[in-house]
């Protein structure tokens, strides 16, 4: 039923009706905070829904993607540094175009098959990283042979599992290499790090085995280049899934490969985030995304070289639709060359596969046959090829029963990309030397997923009240970036002496942190100062459930962020609301605490800010080098290639010269911090202190 309010003209003398609803939309704005129920209706105009949150950035990633490239030079003039950029993604920076070590090729024995012989081979990508493979030779008739590097994918059994297609290529005078993998090799290294193991540090590491899987690939085809047998001007690569992924990442950073074609091994990022795929994906399937990059990226450093997407229309890993996505866009750059037709996708039906029908592997050597060896062959005359697996896993083995001494494939992730050393600062100008280098750094590598543009804070008061005798409270809200609105309480001491210029401590709140345990925790500071309590993300009234803690960590690696980077921002934007507040205005002296994870947090906002006073630290890990709980509901402290840069015991230590105090026990990779204190002649600047409390109630640093 309507309801309608009804208004008497006196100069007219006439009575006119009209709906309610348009005369509460005609109020004004302010008025509807004056309004009983209105200031509850206003609170709701944030989502703070970090799954929103995820596709949103996700979708913005995916659709911005290549959309500064309208001609050709705007391709040209950017492409060498985005290849650039992905080496780094993937841990290579410092490979690539390095002199290469000796691939010391052992070969152990050799198959005889009809058309081809199957020699089994290691060599060593780097130093002490074996690469156990096949390499199909067809039978010599006087030309050297295109060869092509076959990437394997997830199956158990490896060169076994996928001789079949080794065959098929070499029956068609292809030399052909297939490799193993690090994880599912006849050595058994880790893949599944985030995604099985609780190794969220690889983040932080900008580790990803992805890296590592491009590397031997490279060097296999340096190999595949050395063979006699072998035009090095005609290479291609081609593999399923895991291997699928790699033919997408080889031919993006390595120009040697003439034509690429790429199985069920990618899907845009949109796909993957809104539609949960990610759920299902080997953390090999996306590089460390520092630079907010999507596959068509990747896609577009192949051109305008022949590059087949294949793909199943039933993969329950990547929906048709996001493929297509890729396949479209990466079209555009392919179209800046003259040379679309070089872009092909090709579909078939079936699940995670070469199409119910086995379709997709006749495209494939048809695609070949003409990019390599120039010969055009129709589908019919492909025919039927065969799966059959004619030798089996054992015969096939390379190692036997020994694998090289020394051989790193277990333990690779611990030194692949190399780690940041702290340095010895003699002096408070080499302090301010690094300090500068670490924060750029950060901000280049570590902080890039911070929005590029900041919303206005929006800051608006909540509630105001004076519960007792003792204290008053104010709470606040302010946007943090679209999609969060975040609260922040004040507390006031009402018998605190009045001051000036009074400080003010913010209190992190943790994660599923029990009822007033940061109340607790800094209990003693009210007396000198006013404490506000600030629920970041995740935290508080924006929780999310624990449960699902495990996706949202990966999904953030993805898109360029983590739950700690995200926080990170949520605290920087905090620092600015407070100053933007009339009652302290832009020079108060802010002072930081948190305990557990949450330390991590404010030490890298304090460096990052570069104004907080003290920073207040109980529960530090020791660092951020060591792994989380498999189902990922506990410690988060995980920063995009921190540790390349880093690690919390330095950010607490560069806090220096203001004062830091650390309360209950300290791991001793925190001696550098005291160190550098000490060094610098400011011993007293970082203090221990068991209860915060304590502290408190004995420094006269706030009685003023």
Known sequence: MRRYLFAYQKKSKRWFWFPALL???????????????????????????????????????TWNSLSKINSLDDWTNVRENRKEMLLEMLGLEDKFNAPRPPLNIKKTGVIDQEGFKIEKLYYESMPGLFVAANLYIPENKGNKMPGILYVCGHAHTQKHHYQAHARNFALNGFVVLIIETIQRGEVKGEHLGAYEKGFFHWYSRGYNPGGVEVWNGIRGLDLLSELPEVDK??????????????????????????????????????????QRTIDDHCDCMMPINTYKIDFTDIGALIAPRPFMIAQTRQDIY?????????????????QLYDQPDNLQMKEAEGKHSYGSDESLRAEILAFFLKELKGENVSLNDVGTISVEKVLSNESLKVYGREIPKGDLTKVIQESFVPMAVPPKIPNELSLKKYKEKVVSLLRQKTFNGFPEIEVPLAIREEFKGAPGNTMKRNDYSFVSEEGWRLPFSVRKNKKSPKTKKKPVLLVLRNPEEERYASESFISGAYKQMDVIFLETRGTGRTAWSPSRQWHIRRSAAWTGRTVASMRVYDVLRSLQAIRQLPEYGPDVDIHLAAQGEMTVVAAYSALMDGNVETLFLKDLPATQNMASDPAGKENAIELLNCLKITDIPQVVGLHCPKKVVLIGDVPTTYDWAEDLYSDLDNSSGLEHTEELKDWFNTTENFKK
């Open 23 to 61: 005369l509460i939309l005609s109020l004004p704005e302010n008025l509807f905070a004056q309004v009983e129920g209105f200031r509850v209706l206003q609170q709701q105009d944030q989502r703070n829904d970090i799954h929103c949150y995820l596709g949103n950035v996700a979708s913005q990633i």
């Open 233 to 274: 001007r005609k290479l291609g690569v081609t593999g399923i899934s895991g291997g699928g992924s790699q033919s997408w990442y080889l031919p993006a950073v390595d120009n040697r490969i003439k034509a690429a074609a790429a199985v069920a091994g990618a899907g845009s990022l949109e796909g993957q985030i809104r």
């Open 318 to 334: 990547y929906s048709i639709e996001s493929v297509r996505t890729l396949y479209h866009k990466i079209k555009s750059v392919y």
